[in-house]
């Protein structure tokens, strides 16, 4: 059993504005949902501290604007946390915090350690581009040089998310939403990261294709042993996927557990309003 | 026979945010469980049968009380403040849990379902194809099922998948909630004589049925909701 977590976060936090004495000291109290009414400081993500341990799904849950796609862009480097901590066990031994590194050494991270795969396939995908043009971009970051290596990678991945060989010089701009998500899939796997991060992967796919990206995220996991963060307004994806689950609210952790406890036993008075929505 | 589990004060109950309500479910309950034996918990509906088992699982989160363990891989512990990961890997290898609903990834055959279950414990893909075909065998699923979705089973075929695919793991601890609810009599045997196999084999049983007669001969003892208390030997 692995009792050392990959990525170990503490207090992370962003916020938009410049804060005030207000808001600095004393937010719990002073914050209209996560704006402070005095300065208009919108506090995204306000003290975040999880785990997330070798192999395993974390799901993530919580309304629009509760922070978590935020969440996803100050762990990949999208975005800069105004202050916390994260250690990722495969670089440094973990004992280096990633948010103070130099940009260089971010990208080498970005690059080579995490994975990213976004709501919107035009944050992930360069769309001009063809399919295999994506996932080699991704290598030549990591320091690929060799061409016929980049192909035959992109080759096995792509068959890996069902895109037909015969495509994959086609653009994404070609493809449907589903196949876009599925090509991003493959980008993000092309150097084999140990931390995968899905933002809403799922969302606005048909039931069928949803279940084949389930389908393909759970195999990921169990072939590759690949950790990951899910991010979803979907219970029901959640419930597939994750062993354990947090809670977002107003940039804020509520609530995290084992996911089935959290779908059954719900403590806080937002989540169990979550799970009464169910359908 | 060494303890396998030991439930002291046992105490539970639900805060209703929106009622602004506190429920109570279960209150000081009490039994114990040797390797190898099997208790029954009988009472009316709503009493907290399930409560129990839920909490043993921790899909319902510890009150008050204790809920002494004896894990292969961890030793004695509380189950009541066991941490997460310690809790995932008790579910993968140690303590399994059957209700009368199946929750699967959709899109998964019944094979797979079982097979998945096999390879899960570590086990080859070889042998996990050989353990699930003599399960859903067992059970009597139809061949022609094997490689079919289970959205579209029967309930008592969707029982019988959650039983097998539970049963193959061979848990030291197995709690039963209900999984006869909806089967025929034929399917009733198939489950009891899995039951007694597994039984036999020294898993430790923790089974809630409504169905005395089926109980009957099976349970070393059984914890009577109505006394509040658990009775030594067969059912009246």
Redesign the interface.
């Given at each position: 059993?692995h009792?050392k977590p990959i990525l170990h976060v503490v207090n992370l936090k962003k916020q938009y504005g410049p804060g005030c004495a207000v808001c600095s000291h004393n937010h719990e109290v002073a914050l209209e949902k996560n704006r402070c009414p005095e300065c208009g400081t919108v506090f995204a993500c306000n003290d975040l501290s999880f785990d997330v341990?070798p192999g395993?799904i974390l799901g993530v849950v919580g309304e629009s604007g509760s922070g978590k796609s935020t969440m996803m862009k100050c762990l990949y480097f999208d975005e800069e946390v105004s202050s916390g901590e994260a250690y990722i066990s495969c670089y440094e031994e973990g004992e280096t915090n990633v948010f103070q590194e130099s940009s260089q050494k971010l990208r080498h991270i970005r690059n080579t350690i995490l994975g990213m795969v976004y709501q919107n396939p035009v944050l992930g995908l360069k769309m001009d581009f063809s399919s295999v043009g994506n996932i080699a971009e991704k290598m030549i970051a990591a320091g690929d040089r060799n061409v016929n290596r980049m192909e035959n990678r992109s080759k096995v991945l792509l068959e890996h998310v069902h895109i037909p060989i015969a495509r994959m010089k086609d653009e994404p701009k070609k493809f449907s939403g589903g196949m876009q998500q599925r090509v991003q899939i493959a980008k993000a796997l092309s150097n084999h990261p140990p931390i995968l991060l899905l933002d809403e992967v799922t969302t606005g796919l048909d039931?069928s294709v949803q279940?084949?990206v389930?389908?393909l995220i759970?195999t990921i996991q169990?072939e590759l042993g690949i950790s990951m963060i899910v991010v979803s307004h979907d219970l029901a994806v959640i419930?597939?996927l994750a062993?354990?689950t947090m809670v977002m609210l107003d940039g804020r952790i509520i609530e995290q557990?084992?996911t089935?406890?959290i779908l059954?036993?719900p403590?806080?008075?937002y989540t169990?309003?979550l799970v009464y929505s169910l359908i | 026979m060494a303890q396998l589990l030991e439930v002291k004060a046992l105490n539970k109950s639900?805060?209703?945010?929106?009622l602004d309500k506190t429920i109570h479910a279960v209150k000081d309950i009490n039994f114990s469980l040797d390797e190898g034996q099997f208790i029954g918990i009988v009472g009316k509906s709503g009493s907290g049968k399930s409560t129990i088992l839920?909490m043993i699982y921790?899909?319902?989160?510890p009150e008050e009380g204790e809920i002494i363990y004896h894990s292969k891989?961890f030793g004695k512990m509380d189950l009541m403040c066991a941490a997460?990961?310690e809790?995932?890997?008790l579910r993968k290898y140690e303590i399994g849990y059957v209700s009368q609903f199946l929750?699967v990834?959709?899109?998964?055959t019944a094979r797979a379902i079982v097979e998945n279950s096999v390879?899960e414990m570590g086990k080859s893909r070889q042998e996990a194809k050989q353990v699930a075909e003599e399960a859903l065998r067992h059970f009597d699923l139809d061949p022609e099922l094997w490689d079919n979705y289970p959205v579209t089973f029967s309930g008592g075929e969707k029982l019988r998948l959650n039983i097998a695919s539970a049963i193959v793991k061979k848990p030291r601890l197995l709690l039963l909630d209900e999984p006869t609810a909806s089967l025929d009599d034929a399917s009733k045997v198939k489950v009891r004589e899995a039951i007694e196999k597994l039984k036999q084999e020294g898993t430790t049983l923790i089974g809630i049925f409504h169905d005395l007669q089926f109980m009957d001969g099976l349970c070393d003892k059984v914890f009577d909701f109505q006394q509040g208390k658990c009775l030594e030997g067969e059912i009246v």
């Open positions: 059993m009792d341990y395993e039931l279940a084949s389930l389908d759970k169990q419930r597939m062993d354990r557990g084992l089935d406890q059954e036993n403590q806080h008075a169990q309003q | 639900f805060t209703i945010h929106h839920k921790r899909t319902y989160l891989q997460e990961r809790m995932i890997y929750s990834m959709p899109r998964t390879i």
